[in-house]
């Protein structure tokens, strides 16, 4: 697999060094002259220096023959345009993006530029994940496959607590996946029994969260059930 990478800064540095050691063709290409310089000292002719935004800079470093293209500069309209142009000019199916501000994730779906990856939601989920509630953590989003994978608690009184897996009563287009129970998790069998305060993780059609979600928070999600 031939990888071609637009900035070589930290990010784009490690994954060259990763993706070279397993075995896969990396290019870099860098526009600041002391960045390429301190990269082509360990890297040589695997990191070409120039602005990842101009085509001739693109094609001298083999956009055309790419298998994959990632763009990690640290200017989200940079890493929008690069990766539009390797999808609709040069024909590179596999573009990945990288999203510095996590506002502009929108603009990176709405010209269909995925995935487009944000640390800072990435961070954001993880926080999510160590805070206690009841609504669901998306894990993964696939869009173009029209599936996604969440993680929901298991509220104290939900109709999923005390329930068996086959009994849950999930809408077509769901499914259990793993139970994360006391540290450690498993993959659950038709009969295994989900307890109040479990961790459970579901792969989903697009557009069935708030029905799924239902069955795991308290009361089923009503709050006139407590009353």
């Not at 609709?88 to 990945?96: C, H």
Request: hydrophobic content about 40%; some cysteine.
């Amino acid at each position: 697999m031939y990888i071609l990478i637009v900035g070589a800064g930290k990010v784009g540095w490690n994954l060259a060094r990763e993706l070279i050691s397993r075995d896969s063709e990396v290019t870099l290409v860098e526009s600041d002259q002391r960045r390429y310089a301190a990269v082509e000292e360990e890297l040589e002719h695997g990191v070409q220096y120039g602005d990842g935004s101009e085509l001739w800079v693109l094609e001298r470093a083999g956009i055309e023959r790419a298998d994959m293209v990632i763009a990690v500069t640290g200017d989200d309209e940079d890493n929008l345009l690069i990766c539009q142009v390797a999808r609709e000019k040069y024909g590179v199916d596999r573009v990945i993006a990288r999203c510095n501000n996590p506002r502009n994730l929108q603009h990176f779906g709405l010209l269909d530029i995925k995935p487009a990856i944000s640390a800072t939601d990435l961070i954001l989920r993880l926080i999510e994940h160590e805070v206690p509630k009841y609504g669901p953590l998306h894990l993964l989003d696939l869009p173009q496959e029209r599936l996604e994978i969440i993680e929901l608690e298991v509220g104290e009184g939900s109709p999923a607590a005390g329930s068996q897996v086959k009994e849950l009563g999930l809408p077509d287009g769901s499914l259990v996946i793993s139970i994360l129970r006391d540290g450690t998790g498993f993959v659950p069998l038709a009969d295994s029994v989900i307890e109040s305060g479990d961790d459970v993780l579901l792969v989903l059609d697009t557009g069935l969260e708030d029905k799924v979600t239902a069955r795991f928070a308290p009361n089923g999600g009503d709050p006139a059930a407590g009353s």
